[in-house]
């Protein structure tokens, strides 16, 4: 049987015959559009919006298309917000944070782009805190042992959703950006173990000292490198030997392997010339090997697997030397504690860790520096009368001294 539409007293508004249902009928963009209400006064609710939005310039049609659908174009085809481009090597972390976590969860609570809500990102931070991510190393009899997610980690991934929601706001498929005003909170309660690994992010001289030695020797020279440059373990993998200049013991620091791709340093502060010591370059210039060989290779003369050298030799070793909370990460922490030992400033630093800026070196490794504020012993030298007392200043002061000659 044919659907008739049967008018009502508002012009625009139609009964759906047979049925209750009603239909808005209006016009954008040279064209007749239809849009399904279930009452009469929600019909002319809508169509009082409808008219609104499309007078203002802010209506968006409603797309049939689904998060994956729109999603997995939008991966292969995003070129960025900013002049700066977009790198490959965030791609491959947004394909991840996108294909991994975003798409099986809203392929489950929505029907299209246009039905996310602020809510169901909300939910969606709520899901990823909850899942828990199984740490391959560290077993309990046969089960791995889950760990929840750090707060960075789930950022991550919703600075991917946040980006792609933006553009479809941009394509004229949503009104506006669900995700723009959700925040990134874990309410959870850390347990006493993970409260220490937060606490505990360098290593101090006897800990670095007893991992080495209890390191296989075949990979100190790995980690010896790591703790005194401070490379991340991408720019570590893709290091080769025309990256080492001897004469001026500098390592330069081009290219990082991230996620199967060989790319430029994370930021443009990354492309960065590292000190060496003495004793690193000699070391390095006894296991020396053609120009464009990779320093450091896996066990089968390829590309070192992160995932393979951290359950097989840094896990192992770190728990032989009682420091199991140990990753790959923490010698890069490490390194900033001793260049902070050794006097240098926050704008060395950052330059030798390859940082976006001194300020965020700062904000990631204050509590490796000491308060800095010392002791009061050296304020009686002042020469205060009593506390609270105000100095004299200008010509109160030179009267002062007058009276006191």
């Given amino acids: 049987m044919a659907v008739k ?11 759906r015959r047979p049925g209750t249902t009603y239909v808005v009928v209006y016009r954008f963009r040279g064209k007749q559009r239809k849009r399904a209400a279930r009452t009469y006064d929600e019909a002319r609710a809508l169509k009082a919006a409808l008219a609104t939005d499309v007078r203002r310039g802010e ?11 729109y999603a ?3 991966i292969e085809n995003y070129a960025g917000r900013t002049t700066r481009g977009f790198r490959e090597s965030t791609r491959a972390g ?4 996108i294909e991994q976590r975003a798409v099986p969860f809203f392929a489950k609570r929505s029907g299209t782009l246009a039905d996310i809500e602020p809510q169901d990102v909300r939910a969606f931070v709520a899901h990823l805190f909850e899942l828990r991510i199984l740490d391959r190393a560290v077993k309990i009899g046969k ?20 980006a792609l929601l933006a553009t479809a706001v941009e394509d004229g498929l949503i009104r506006s950006n669900p995700a723009a005003g959700v925040r990134v909170t874990y309410m959870g309660t850390p347990s006493v173990e993970q409260d220490a690994r937060e606490k505990r992010r360098a290593l101090d001289t006897d800990e670095l000292s007893r991992f080495l030695g209890a390191c296989d020797p075949d990979w100190r020279a790995l980690f010896e490198l790591l ?7 991408g720019e570590l993998t893709e290091l080769r030997w025309r990256d080492v200049d001897f004469g001026a013991k500098r390592l330069r620091v081009r290219r990082q392997f991230y996620r199967g791709v060989v790319t430029p340093p994370k930021s443009r502060e990354g492309t960065r010339d590292i000190p060496l010591s003495t004793a690193t370059c000699q070391q ?11 320093i450091f290779t896996g066990p089968r003369g390829k590309r070192l697997d992160r995932d393979w050298c951290w359950k097989n030799v840094l896990k192992p070793a770190a728990k032989v030397a009682g420091v199991p ?6 010698f890069r922490h490490t390194c900033a504690s001793i260049l902070f030992a050794q006097g240098r400033n926050a704008k060395q630093v950052q330059m030798w860790l390859g940082h976006s800026d001194p300020g965020f070196t700062l904000r990631t490794y204050v509590h490796l520096l000491d308060d800095g504020l010392g002791g009061a012993d050296d304020l009686d030298l002042a020469g205060w009368a009593t506390p609270g007392a105000t100095q004299p200043t200008g010509t109160q002061a030179k009267n002062a001294k007058a009276k006191a000659a």
């Avoid at 209506?59 to 659908?69: K, P, V």
Wanted: glycine fraction near 8%; aromatic fraction near 10%; hydrophobic fraction near 35%.
């Fill in 72 to 74: 997995r174009e939008w």
């Fill in 94 to 97: 947004y394909r991840f944070s």
């Fill in 59 to 69: 209506h968006r049609q409603a797309t049939a298309l689904t998060f994956e659908q």
């Fill in 284 to 294: 390095l210039w006894r296991r020396r090997g053609a120009d464009d060989e990779l």
């Fill in 5 to 15: 539409l049967e008018k009502t007293r508002t012009p625009g508004v139609y009964r």
């Fill in 143 to 162: 089960e791995p042992v889950g760990r929840t997610p750090a707060v960075s980690t789930v950022r991550g991934h919703i600075a991917a959703l946040r």
């Fill in 227 to 233: 703790a005194m440059t401070g490379l991340r373990v």
């Fill in 325 to 330: 909370w140990v990753g790959f990460h923490t």
